[in-house]
């Protein structure tokens, strides 16, 4: 079993493709590099280790080392696909922002985060007091505790 902290949901096959054990991904990261050749994803039902992945519309055609034909890649459809979590300072994980409590530069809590709206300009913190954040005003996180913002005049009016 894998350490949840220290993995995520980086996406899910979709589906067969073609009859050599191709199969579709719907990739729910912008770290291209998790479908890189060599790169190995972890599901439940084992790792499987990415051996060539091309774009395809909105999603990624991908062959796994361990699926070799189309029964094979048949039985894989539907699996969560996860990985080992990424050291980068600069990233702000997602799952780290659920019930943080946010508070803007002045010290005032404005409320906890329930919900992360994926947006085309910037994802919305959806807290429970009912205001929107934009995550571009985000300056510090504490996981699960804490998150700092540097709010402009008028966002909680």
Same mark, same amino acid.
């Given at each position: 079993m894998t350490d949840e902290r220290q993995t995520l949901e980086v996406g899910r096959i979709v589906k067969a493709h073609g009859l050599k054990g191709q199969v579709i991904v719907d990739l729910w990261t912008d770290r291209l590099e998790r479908l890189e050749a060599g790169s190995q994803l972890l599901t439940d039902k084992g790792p499987l280790t990415v051996v060539s992945s091309a774009a395809h519309q909105d999603k990624f055609i991908v062959t796994f080392q361990e699926i070799t034909d189309r029964n094979g890649s048949e039985r894989w459809r539907?699996? #969560? %696909?996860?990985?080992?979590? %990424?050291? @980068? @300072? @600069?990233? #702000?994980?997602i799952d780290e922002l659920f019930g943080a409590v946010v508070v803007d530069q002045h010290g005032v809590e404005r409320g906890r985060v329930t919900l992360v709206e994926e947006m085309p300009s910037s994802d919305l913190l959806v807290l429970d007091s009912?205001? %929107?954040?934009p995550l571009t005003f985000v300056t510090s996180v504490v996981p699960n505790e804490r998150v700092e913002i540097e709010a402009p005049e008028g966002l909680f009016e």
């Open positions: 539907g699996t #969560i %696909l996860m990985a080992n979590r %990424l050291h @980068d @300072d @600069d990233a #702000i994980w009912g205001f %929107l954040v």
